[in-house]
């Protein structure tokens, strides 16, 4: 098991960026894929942005692709998430979270491991 806080939320105007961050401690990080994913009000959770065990592999949903980056570093136990060109139709609390594979899943049912999320206001 890995214990995972992110932070970085804050509220922001639309067509800002923000860089959301998730701290890693327990287990060896670099063991686990990690993701991001978001849960907007009266919305299921949903897939954001993945990144292998080692990085240099990811993926992302197709409403955030060429806007948002994930990236990780293993040797600071963090993983990285990137928001560029933000719209209110991000807003939403955004997870990380970890499985231990080597590469990530786009389901969130093969995560074990989550953040307590951080919540990002996009304003209009």
């Known amino acids: 098991q890995v214990q995972l806080v992110e932070s970085g939320g804050g509220l922001v105007q639309a067509g800002d960026s923000l860089r959301l961050s998730c701290a890693a401690s327990g287990r060896t990080f670099s063991n686990f894929a990690m993701g991001w994913f978001r849960q907007a009000p009266g919305k299921e959770r949903e897939f954001v942005a993945g990144i292998r065990r080692f990085g240099g592999n990811t993926g992302y949903a197709d409403s955030v692709k060429g806007r948002f980056t994930i990236s990780r570093e293993n040797a600071k136990d963090a993983v990285y998430l990137k928001m560029n060109s933000l719209t209110a139709e991000d807003t939403a609390v955004y997870y990380c979270?970890?499985?231990?594979?080597?590469?990530?899943?786009?389901?969130?049912?093969?995560?074990?491991?989550w953040g307590q999320g951080t919540k990002v206001t996009v304003a209009s």
């Open positions: 979270a970890g499985q231990a594979a080597l590469l990530y899943s786009r389901g969130r049912d093969d995560y074990n491991d």
